[in-house]
């Protein structure tokens, strides 16, 4: 696919499986150039979500974003992107990080240096995906002469999913990209650049050519107030879910945000958030307004923007507006 849009989209974990194929369909007959799916526990598996889409699709690179580097063996996990890019050769992106706590523990899993067992994921199943033998006995997960029967040499594209600086450093030391997260707004995309670069100088590897998909809460209508309070739950549910991070703490808002936080109640915390963080935190408002914000968000470092509409069972009436009335003008 040639001159393809900056502008992507996240299918939401909450899309039921019988209606997923026609959902990247129409992802891609609209024109968007990216197509991403999310390994959220416990809704929709990201390789069988995956190879629904690439099967589906024609063109358009399909996107995990992310598996946790603890949920499954580094074999098994380059197993599966071996079956999956040898057979749509170019298209697929894998995306690779910590998971999300909470739902790590809720499978016993507890690694006791998360930063080592990231850094073995994406370089084991590297090496694994470029035809290596592995005898590796130390830990944090153990070979005993293992190699795929179906490598690609040709390469796989492995992004992180991360967040804090020591993991941005190490996306920009080992990985071909890294996912941004919803929260990830333009002030961000700065910092997170800082560290993806110091990384990837400490490796001698080309900065340049680093990929920063960046996730976005989106909401678009023709009342952009209406698109704004749409937009403002959405932002409330993420905060609620991952608390203050570096994400936030770039604004300066770690003392409000705890505040609303102690709130509970979501929608109490949506109610309590300030107008600005709305404007700030997510694409929201007009078909004109969100052409701006979309353009902010590149113009800050994101190579693409993945748009995850809210609330998610409007997603097919905002991503037709959106074909028709956002991306003609990026």
């Not at 699709?57 to 197993?79: F, K, N």
């Not at 809460?217 to 991070?245: C, E, K, M, N, W």
């Not at 353009?295 to 995850?308: C, D, H, I, Y």
Request: glycine share 10%; proline share 7%.
């Amino acid at each position: 696919m040639t001159n393809r849009s900056p502008v992507g989209v996240l299918v939401h974990g909450t899309t039921p499986p019988d209606q997923l194929v026609n959902v990247c369909v129409g992802i891609e007959e609209a024109g968007f150039g990216e197509l991403w799916l999310s390994e959220d526990y416990f809704f929709l598996g990201g390789p069988t979500s995956a190879a629904m889409a690439l099967q589906a699709t024609r063109e358009i690179p399909v996107g995990i974003g992310i598996l946790s580097a603890v949920v499954r063996h580094p074999a098994v996990t380059a197993m599966e992107i071996s079956t999956l890019s040898l057979a749509y050769p170019g298209r697929l992106i894998t995306g690779i990080g910590h998971g999300v706590p909470f739902w790590t523990r809720q499978m016993g899993l507890h690694p006791t240096s998360p930063m080592r067992s990231l850094r073995a994921a994406i370089e084991t199943t590297r090496a694994l995906l470029a035809g290596e033998t592995l005898s590796i006995d130390e830990g944090p997960f153990t070979f005993d002469q293992v190699s795929l029967v179906h490598p690609n040499p040709a390469g796989v594209d492995l992004y992180a999913g991360v967040i804090g600086p020591k993991s941005l450093e190490l996306a920009g030391e080992i990985a071909d990209g890294t996912v941004m997260s919803v929260i990830a707004a333009p002030r961000y995309l700065d910092y997170a650049k800082q560290h993806i670069a110091a990384g990837a100088a400490k490796a001698g590897r080309d900065v340049s050519t680093h990929r920063i998909p960046t996730f976005a809460i989106y909401s678009t209508d023709a009342d952009g107030d209406t698109a704004r309070a749409a937009a403002r739950d959405g932002l409330a549910f993420y905060l609620q879910a991952v608390g203050p991070t570096p994400m936030t703490g770039v604004y300066g808002i770690h003392d409000r945000l705890g505040e609303i936080l102690a709130l509970g109640d979501l929608p109490a915390i949506a109610e309590a958030l300030p107008g600005e963080w709305v404007e700030e935190f997510t694409i929201s408002g007009t078909a004109k307004e969100c052409v701006g914000r979309i353009r902010t968000f590149l113009e800050a470092g994101a190579t693409s923007v993945v748009l995850a509409p809210f609330p998610a069972e409007h997603s097919a009436e905002m991503l037709a507006r959106t074909a028709a009335d956002v991306l003609p003008h990026l």
